[in-house]
């Protein structure tokens, strides 16, 4: 499935310009840890979590992550939105709690 279909059938908020909304999602990592991001996601996969400092667009792209998704309402610092700009990481937002998005999340994707 493409990241454009993910972000319209969960209803996410893109707060970036950048990033290829056309990418084909390989699943999905869900994690607050920056170093288990980087030991165990995997490329094109989207990452779920509630940090919003710039470290995670480093991790993103470290990781070619296909795109970060903001759980819980939580809202990007302006430093981490300028990195991810520049970086072309799409970072996105929902107020829907990190449990339910991970079923969401497992509903549309599956296991890739």
Not at 17 to 42: F, H, P, Q, R
Request: aromatic share 4%; proline share 4%.
């Amino acid at each position: 499935m493409i990241l454009a279909t993910v972000i319209k059938e969960l209803g996410l908020e893109v707060k970036t310009a950048g990033g290829d909304l056309s990418v084909e999602i390989t699943g999905a990592y869900i994690s607050d840890l920056l170093s288990d991001v980087m030991a165990n996601s995997k490329e094109d996969q989207l990452w779920v979590t509630l940090q919003v400092h710039p470290n995670i667009v480093a991790v993103a792209t470290l990781k070619d992550l296909a795109g970060i998704i903001l759980v819980n309402g939580r809202e990007p610092e302006k430093e981490t939105l300028a990195r991810a700009e520049e970086e072309n990481i799409p970072v996105m937002t929902t107020r829907v709690p990190t449990f339910q998005l991970a079923g969401k999340l497992y509903g549309l994707i599956g296991e890739c």
